[in-house]
């Protein structure tokens, strides 16, 4: 009975930690979104200047942002690395998968400090777009990593344990807008380093919608 109680808690804990990861990433582009600044495309362009000047207006905007998306990657290892625990039909996979997000949250928050430093400590505008070229490819690979092939691999490894059918396919579907982002960061082709977003997003709410219901159903049962 203790050992049901307490799986129950760790599924509901999950959901909750998931969709609460994705709602600060969010959040946390909302603000990003009102400062009016995209530093992927001032490297692009070759602005890294104009991008600057417009900086210095928007810190606070940038701190926030900042805040919420170190939050939103540290809840969203946490729910993948407890999801991992849950696919008992293929632990290596879900160990790999664990091990992306986990890697992806260290890397993500050395790229967002990257980026807000430019806000404070900007130097020459050489100097910038090499700080800022590391911090934006740095956030390209977290982000493929953590909503992007660990959603895939937590897919695959989960499916007839925890991962129903549709999120199995939107899984698949994650891993192969990731894949569009490796292709975006090989080419400079911008636009498709972002595509990952709504779905890999997208999944870690619905995958936090499905252990919740997991969690509820079993409390069910147990009365």
């Known amino acids: ?43 692009a362009d ?4 104009i991008y600057l000047l417009q ?3 928007v810190r606070q905007l940038l701190v926030i942002n900042t805040f919420f998306w170190v939050l939103g990657v540290l809840l969203m290892a946490t729910a993948g ?6 696919c008992k039909s293929n632990p290596g996979l879900a160990t790999m998968g664990k091990v992306f997000m986990r890697t992806a949250a260290s890397v993500a928050i050395v790229s967002f400090v990257a980026m807000l430093t430019l806000a404070f400590y900007p130097g020459s505008a ?8 590391m911090g934006a490819r740095l956030d390209d690979i977290a982000t493929m990593l953590i909503i992007g092939f660990g959603p895939l691999c937590l897919s695959i490894a989960g499916k007839g344990d925890w991962v129903p059918r549709w999120l199995n396919i939107w899984g698949f579907l994650a891993g ?3 894949i569009l982002g490796i292709i975006g960061l090989l080419t400079g082709i911008v636009p498709l ?11 870690m ?8 219901k997991q969690s509820k159903k079993q409390n069910n049962e147990k009365f």
């Open 46 to 49: 070759n602005q890294m200047e």
């Open 176 to 178: 192969f807008t990731g």
């Open 1 to 43: 009975m203790n050992t049901l109680t307490n799986e129950n808690k760790t599924y509901a804990f999950a959901g909750k930690t998931s969709i609460a990861g994705a709602i600060s990433m969010l959040i946390g582009a909302g603000f990003w979104g009102a400062s009016g600044t995209d530093l992927w495309q001032a490297l």
């Open 55 to 57: 900086l210095s207006e």
């Open 193 to 203: 380093s972002f595509i990952v977003i709504p779905f890999g997003i997208g999944w």
């Open 126 to 133: 050489e100097v910038a777009a090499i700080t800022g070229w």
């Open 81 to 86: 690395s407890l999801m991992a625990g849950y």
């Open 205 to 212: 709410i619905a995958a936090g919608v499905v252990l919740n």
